[in-house]
């Protein structure tokens, strides 16, 4: 149903979007709350159509060696991916996966740009069926116009990568693109470079390329049969063997859990839409007491 609030924002389930700047300045913290109950955090099918084990694989790889490495060095940086984002006034739209900096990473089931402070400050897509044009030009146009300040593509199919970013400078809101060097596209945002190694995306730190949870289970794996084999240090590498494969399987255990609290937050969402309707009620319904009472 079209919900209207005082301050000129329309809720309109067929195509959710969050409030302009000038709305959301405009609103009271009950109605700020109220809209981003409304604002659905599920993901409809055609913003992230099913490509295949080739496109969630590309994805799930990228994302699981970013957060490994942040995790390490510590660096607070937000990452996620197929996540509703919702810009002021725009269409959500879900990225492949997403970076924002100095911000802190706990789980979050939609980012509202007002309600965050600000936007994404890193996108990256993977093509692998359909139309190209989305992630070629769309997306560029979009992205840049929204401020995003890079965007890689990569095309699974074609293994070929293009990577934009904003001018350095100014308001700018067109990209310019990042030319290779040694085949490697050099991102600030992240402070690594992208390239192709063969048929897969491989993030580098310096010269040291990042690993994803399979091969960092494999070369733990492998480790862990040379400790067997009598390798010095058994105990040592044990140990790291078991930490890193219990934290990988804590992991993994906390994605399944998510995914099936997924209905109790909805329920969740339904009280607190209701709860922030009749505390909105209740407000204006005091104000307009306090109001015939000046008078």
Same mark, same amino acid.
């Given at each position: 149903?079209? @919900?209207?609030?005082?301050?000129?924002? +329309?809720?309109?389930?067929?195509?959710?979007?969050?409030?302009?700047? =000038?709305?959301?300045? @405009?609103?009271?913290?009950?109605e700020r709350a109220l809209v981003v109950a409304m604002l659905p955090t599920e993901v409809p099918l055609e913003l992230v159509p099913n490509e295949g084990d080739p496109h969630r694989k590309a994805k799930?790889?990228?994302? =699981? %060696?970013?957060?490994?490495?942040?995790?390490? /060095?510590?660096?607070?940086?937000?990452?996620?991916? !197929?996540?509703? +984002?919702?810009?002021?006034? #725009?269409?959500?739209?879900?990225? =492949?996966? &997403?970076?924002?900096?100095?911000?802190?990473?706990?789980?979050? /089931?939609?980012?509202?740009?007002?309600?965050e402070g600000k936007g994404l400050d890193f996108v990256l897509e993977v093509h692998v069926a359909g139309h190209r044009r989305k992630d070629e030009n769309t997306n560029v146009e979009r992205y840049a116009r929204l401020g995003v300040q890079e965007y890689f593509y990569f095309d699974r199919t074609r293994l070929r990568v293009a990577a934009y970013r904003l001018p350095a400078?100014?308001?700018?809101?067109?990209? !310019?693109?990042? +030319?290779?060097? %040694?085949? @490697?596209?050099? %991102?600030?945002? &992240?402070? &690594?470079?992208l390239a192709l190694e063969g048929s897969?995306?491989?993030f580098f730190a310096g010269n040291a390329p990042l690993e994803d949870a399979d091969e960092?289970?494999?070369?733990?794996? %492998?480790? &862990?049969?040379? +400790?067997?084999?009598?390798?010095?240090?058994?105990?040592?590498?044990? #140990?790291e063997l078991a930490a890193k494969l219990a934290e990988e399987q804590r992991l993994r255990a906390d994605e399944q859990r998510l995914r099936a609290?997924?209905?109790?937050?909805?329920?969740? #969402?339904?009280?607190?839409?209701?709860?922030?309707?009749?505390?909105l009620a209740e407000a204006r319904a005091e104000i307009e007491r306090l109001t015939k009472k000046a008078r």
């Open positions: 149903m079209v @919900r209207r609030l005082p301050t000129g924002y +329309v809720f309109d389930p067929a195509d959710p979007r969050a409030p302009s700047v =000038d709305q959301w300045e @405009r609103m009271l913290p009950d799930r790889g990228a994302l =699981d %060696s970013l957060d490994g490495y942040f995790r390490r /060095t510590r660096r607070k940086i937000y990452l996620s991916s !197929e996540l509703a +984002v919702y810009y002021p006034a #725009e269409r959500r739209f879900a990225p =492949d996966l &997403l970076a924002v900096t100095d911000v802190e990473p706990h789980e979050r /089931t939609s980012w509202i740009v007002a309600q400078g100014g308001r700018a809101t067109a990209y !310019e693109r990042i +030319v290779p060097q %040694s085949g @490697r596209f050099a %991102s600030d945002v &992240l402070g &690594l470079d897969r995306l491989r960092m289970i494999a070369r733990l794996g %492998s480790m &862990l049969d040379k +400790v067997i084999a009598g390798q010095e240090e058994a105990e040592q590498l044990a #140990e609290d997924e209905q109790r937050r909805r329920e969740d #969402e339904q009280r607190r839409r209701e709860d922030a309707e009749r505390q």
